[in-house]
């Protein structure tokens, strides 16, 4: 059957229906028996932990409120990119939005202390970080400086590295084309190390390697597996060279429908959902280790702290300084933890 042009002209006039109300958030109070519908941007798509934990939180949120306040999860970019989506939620165009640490640096540059890489030992100093005194100069300087409400921490967790030659010393990446974020700190590790750190987009990666313009990329195990870098990249080392954050920011327009008697819950309830997330991370890449092993992916523990110290004389050498609040926010986390146990 032919499409008809009326047809077609009535199927695209109810798809831009669909997209201005998903872009246009919720702008108005509903009635006293509905329920409050926010929709909350994720540029993940449906399999990654991340959606996963924005899901979790939604579900959450509904549970804690008794149904009063719902989120809808958009997964996959559909309301633009990480930049982009924040930009909506700062005008209030976008209820919910989320964005990794770095990208949030555009924004907030003393955040760009989180970009250092062997900030954080292990998950729980990370996790420590943003439960406490880092979380709250995040928190408050989104509101000062975007005008939005930090209501959670989604994370993507430690990075490591995929490659096609083994590396289990820092002389193996002598030499090595390795992708990584544009990001300085995380570039000048890589430099230090003895490779060649070049920053692409993450959809060049996989063709990159395929035609090997690059040896090597970066990122958290479970993204190997899902992303299919393990055709062509059939060997991890655990370097843990970055830690990465996903705040979860709400514009300050549907902050304010939500009624004073419900904001704890549901601060409670995204609470629980990024919690539920760090247990989901973990559990995503620990499964990915298992099946990755059954693909013929070989892993390699590696000498971080030679890593470390090599990266700090490059930051040395540098002379990276970072704003002092912050420093000693980060201090803070250090000093009162030690081996993943806080005193």
């Given at each position: 059957m032919k499409n008809h042009p009326i047809r077609r002209g009535l199927a695209f006039v109810m798809l831009l229906c669909f997209c201005l109300s998903v872009l246009t958030g919720c702008q108005n109070a509903p009635g006293e028996n509905e329920p409050l519908i926010f929709r909350?941007?994720?540029?993940?798509?449906?399999?990654?932990?991340?959606?996963?934990?924005?899901?979790?939180?939604?579900?959450?949120?509904?549970?804690?409120?008794?149904?009063?306040?719902?989120?809808?999860?958009?997964?996959?970019?559909?309301?633009?990119?990480?930049?982009?989506?924040?930009?909506?939620?700062?005008?209030?165009?976008?209820?919910?939005?989320?964005?990794?640490?770095?990208?949030?640096?555009?924004?907030?540059?003393?955040?760009?202390?989180?970009?250092?890489?062997?900030?954080?030992?292990?998950?729980?100093?990370?996790?420590?970080a943003v439960d406490g005194p880092v979380g709250d100069l995040i928190e408050d300087a989104a509101y000062q400086k975007l005008h939005v409400h930090v209501i959670g921490y989604l994370e993507s967790g430690f990075r490591d590295t995929f490659s096609k030659k083994p590396i289990r010393s820092i002389a193996d990446f002598k030499g090595i084309k390795i992708r990584t974020m544009q990001n300085s700190y995380h570039m000048a590790a890589f430099s230090s190390f003895g490779a060649m750190p070049t920053a692409m987009a993450y959809s060049e990666v996989f063709t990159a390697l395929q035609q090997g313009t690059i040896d090597a990329c970066e990122n958290a195990v479970s993204n190997c597996l899902s992303n299919g870098y393990y055709e062509v990249t059939?060997?991890?080392?655990?370097?843990?060279?970055?830690?990465?954050?996903?705040?979860?920011?709400?514009?300050?327009?549907?902050?304010?429908?939500?009624?004073?008697?419900?904001?704890?819950?549901?601060?409670?309830?995204?609470?629980?959902?990024?919690?539920?997330?760090?247990?989901?991370?973990?559990?995503?890449?620990?499964?990915?280790?298992?099946?990755?092993?059954?693909?013929?992916?070989?892993?390699?523990?590696?000498?971080?702290?030679?890593?470390?110290?090599?990266?700090?004389?490059?930051?040395?050498?540098?002379?990276?300084?970072?704003d002092p609040a912050w420093q000693a926010a980060v201090d803070e986390v250090l000093s009162t933890s030690h081996g993943g146990e806080t005193t």
């Open positions: 909350m941007a994720v540029v993940d798509g449906e399999q990654s932990p991340v959606y996963q934990g924005a899901v979790a939180m939604a579900d959450a949120v509904e549970r804690e409120t008794m149904g009063r306040i719902k989120v809808v999860v958009v997964s996959g970019g559909a309301l633009g990119d990480e930049r982009g989506s924040v930009e909506l939620c700062q005008s209030g165009d976008i209820d919910i939005a989320s964005a990794a640490n770095s990208v949030l640096t555009n924004f907030i540059p003393e955040m760009n202390i989180l970009d250092q890489p062997y900030l954080w030992e292990t998950e729980e100093q990370a996790h420590a059939k060997h991890i080392t655990f370097t843990h060279h970055a830690f990465t954050y996903i705040p979860v920011m709400m514009s300050d327009t549907a902050w304010n429908l939500i009624p004073e008697d419900l904001r704890d819950p549901f601060l409670r309830g995204c609470n629980e959902g990024y919690q539920t997330e760090r247990k989901l991370l973990k559990e995503a890449n620990e499964d990915a280790v298992l099946e990755l092993k059954k693909k013929g992916v070989e892993f390699h523990e590696i000498d971080r702290t030679a890593l470390r110290q090599s990266y700090e004389k490059a930051a040395a050498a540098a002379g990276y300084r970072f």
